[in-house]
């Protein structure tokens, strides 16, 4: 059975949805995710701003409330049918993460079996047949096929093979398998 | 470089020691080692001793002070000259185990970056050359060289190149590299 590896934050998990909300709930910093596109937060934001952001990921629950990213839940669960469906989330610098992350998969992918959830960091250990991933660090040292899911940060990316929603990484998968 | 994948408990952490010592401490019983030789608590404990030791994991901080295993240091820190070393650990079962684990880890081997370190559920998904592992269902799956690092309840397990300890394993991977 083929394998596929699916990265959590802004693949399943909205995670800049929530920074963009936090950020202005508690500074009234408004952060247009169109001025910012094509870069990452980390090169696009002021620097008082950046370190509040960046602090974020640390706190207890941060992840713990994300919301699912449209027709997510569809089509794993579709997937999990024919494929072996691992979730591989680079998160370890974050040691409160794990904990709100499998709590996260626990209640909206229930499906998903805890032995089939990684937390690393570098993701070239991984041997799967597709990884699924916004970050194009992580798809330059896979040895499958690699899909990068658009995200506001990637949309300059141009050496993969690009997935815009679920329903078209639905697509590209059933059509290669 | 070559990629070594390296488990934690009974590899690098005294994980049975706390067992047997937590227990005697809080119901007097008395683990003796070479009684349950060859076979997991699992199987080896009286029920009511064994709901107790399950529970043991899911406790805050179980992890956090667990004995380093004799030579494991050294041997890591040399290793980690000549090849990419990952720690690999199965341990999403417990939710409290990732943030005490990523703490032992930060004390004892400060060598390994927290980009190095994994934790899973099957260790299928692992690409590495060698998995250094206590058990046996791990090694199964692997499609490197698999080294069986000796435990109390793999000792009449012979399917796999086997460590006696961590000198035995620089030997090993030396005289393979």
Redesign the interface.
């Given at each position: 059975m083929k394998?596929i590896?699916v990265d959590m934050d802004e693949v399943l998990a909205k995670y800049t949805d929530k920074v963009i909300k936090v950020l202005e709930q508690e500074t009234g910093y408004i952060i247009n995710i169109e001025d910012v596109s094509g870069a990452f937060l980390s090169r696009s934001l002021p620097e008082k701003y950046l370190d509040i952001v960046t602090s974020y990921p640390y706190r207890e629950g941060f992840f713990r409330d994300l919301e699912v990213m449209e027709h997510s839940q569809e089509v794993l669960n579709h997937l999990n049918n024919d494929y072996e469906v691992?979730i591989?989330s680079?998160t370890?610098?974050h040691?409160?993460a794990?904990?709100d992350k499998?709590?996260w998969l626990n209640e909206h992918f229930p499906f998903i079996?805890?032995?089939?959830?990684?937390?690393?960091?570098?993701k070239?250990?991984?041997?799967?047949d597709y990884l699924i991933d916004d970050h194009p660090r992580h798809l330059e040292d896979f040895?499958g096929k690699p899909i990068l899911f658009s995200a506001f940060h990637n949309i300059h990316e141009n050496r993969f093979k690009r997935a815009n929603n679920w329903l078209e990484v639905e697509q590209i998968i059933n059509s290669n398998a």
């Open positions: 394998r590896a691992y591989v680079s370890l610098q040691p409160n794990p904990k499998l709590a079996h805890f032995k089939k959830i990684v937390f690393c960091g570098d070239k250990i991984i041997r799967a040895q």
